[in-house]
């Protein structure tokens, strides 16, 4: 496996503009991507290698934040990097400043979230407290039917719906959770984005289940380096 960093957009599903782009480590696999992108990434944890994946991601988002100042971008942390090393990510964002923070999204996803919820709630405290802006991703992963958990005595700002989800919206439990996230959203004001549409048929869906942000190849395919800093004056955070 190889990769280097790459980017995807979050757009408003009518309108097309940018909310922010997350910024992706991509594996490239000769064959079984999925399984080995997972695989990938539970070996990373296991060994303690996910901390200076992380971490590298952050810098390089703070960097691109510093240079473009039109820029949002958001980055995926995981548990063990939230619950053992956070409060050194909360510095280094400090040290960032407001400026530069305030143009920034943490996404964890629910499940890491969930494995302990006292550690990353504080983390992300301080995190909003800096203005840094709090997305759960992958809501509705692991069969959960359940309304859209707090961060601590917090509400997230966004709510990423799962792919496995949205690709399947039409099943009974999936459309619960989908409704779930959307009066979620409409209760809080949270932003509330599904993730991998990659079909006309999934968009118009969503799009009529009340969805107003995606992400996927159909809607803003991931891109390199060089097209990061195009039209950045899109978002509209």
Known sequence: MTG?????????????ATLYREVLFPIHCTKGFSDSVQEFFNRSECSGMVVWLDRAMIEF??????EHEQLHLGVNLSYTTIAFFGHSIVRRVKAAGK??????????T?????????KSGQVFADLRQL????????????????????IGK??????KIDGGVIRNYSTQSNQRRIESAV???RKTGAAVIAEHIESRDILDAVTQMGIIYGQGHLVGAAGGYRRMHENTRKSIF
């Open 131 to 150: 203005g840094v802006r709090i997305a759960i991703d992958d809501f509705g992963a692991g069969h959960h039917n359940g309304p859209v958990p707090s």
């Open 99 to 108: 400026r530069i923070a305030r143009r920034l999204i943490v996404e964890i």
């Open 61 to 66: 988002a703070l960097d691109q934040l510093q």
């Open 110 to 118: 629910e499940t890491a979230l969930t494995r302990n919820e006292f």
């Open 183 to 185: 009066s979620y959203g």
């Open 154 to 159: 917090m509400t997230p700002d966004i709510i």
């Open 4 to 16: 280097a960093v790459r980017f995807e957009d979050v757009t408003n599903l009518a309108s097309g």
